[in-house]
């Protein structure tokens, strides 16, 4: 089955510099990728999710790549601010079912 | 509104004792998933309903057991908790393809 290996699975960052969270898998049929956010004593967050048919996505201070060739997932927050300061969490879906399978989280710290 | 809701928040349980968590939703999504997660590593997936089909993970299958009753509720019940399921468990509903989590349940077990 899929496999989704998250890294960093720590990352500190100063504010205003640029963070990248990278996850791999392994099943080249996978469809659907998702970021999560989640903040300390709180539930995960949708930030972001991705179709394979879209390579790029940007939101608000981050970008998604997605480079199938590779079978990579990235989320790049641009210039971090103390608020980005979560563990982050990528997720990936194969196609034709429904469930997720899960990176091991990524704990970002900025420092102000 | 996408609040999924859980409750308790904490559980003290012990050895051998069962334990019963409720997870919400007012969004009539059709599908409620539970994930079990321990600290450093990945949301692990117990079960989810589809609509009021459950399907268990292979290797979860005879640990947990969960309910449906209604589109909003969704049970996860643990038979003889042991002290590996200390663990946050987490609930979500998804109407399609996205999951929206709840704020999770830490489950300690003594």
């Known amino acids: 089955g899929e496999q989704v290996e998250q890294r960093p699975p720590h990352l500190s960052v100063r504010e205003g510099d640029s963070a990248v969270i990278t996850c791999t898998y392994t099943?080249?049929?996978?469809?659907?990728f998702f970021w999560y956010k989640q903040e300390p004593g709180a539930s995960l967050q949708l930030l972001m999710k991705v179709f394979s048919s879209t390579e790029i996505n940007e939101g608000q201070g981050f970008t998604v790549l997605l480079n199938k060739k590779d079978k990579r997932l990235s989320l790049n927050l641009t210039a971090a601010h103390p608020g980005d300061s979560a563990a982050y969490f990528c997720?990936?879906?194969?196609?034709?079912?429904?469930?997720?399978?899960f990176g091991a989280g990524t704990r970002l710290k900025v420092i102000a | 509104d996408t609040t999924v809701k859980q409750n308790p928040r904490y559980k003290l349980a012990r050895v051998g004792k069962p334990v019963n968590l409720i997870c919400s939703q007012t969004?009539?999504?059709?599908?409620m998933y539970w994930y079990q997660k321990k600290p450093n590593q990945a949301p692990k997936l117990l079960l989810f309903y589809y609509d009021k089909i459950l399907n268990r993970e292979a290797d979860t299958f005879e640990k947990f057991q969960s309910s449906r009753p209604n589109n909003s509720f969704c049970s996860l019940y643990i038979g003889s908790a042991g002290l590996e399921y200390s663990a946050m468990y987490l609930c979500?509903?998804?109407?399609?393809?996205?999951?929206?989590f709840g704020p999770g349940t830490r489950l300690t077990v003594l």
């Open positions: 099943d080249p049929n996978s469809y659907y």
């Open positions: 997720a990936v879906s194969p196609t034709g079912n429904y469930k997720y399978v």
């Open positions: 979500a509903s998804s109407p399609g393809w996205e999951q929206y």
């Open positions: 969004m009539n999504h059709d599908t």
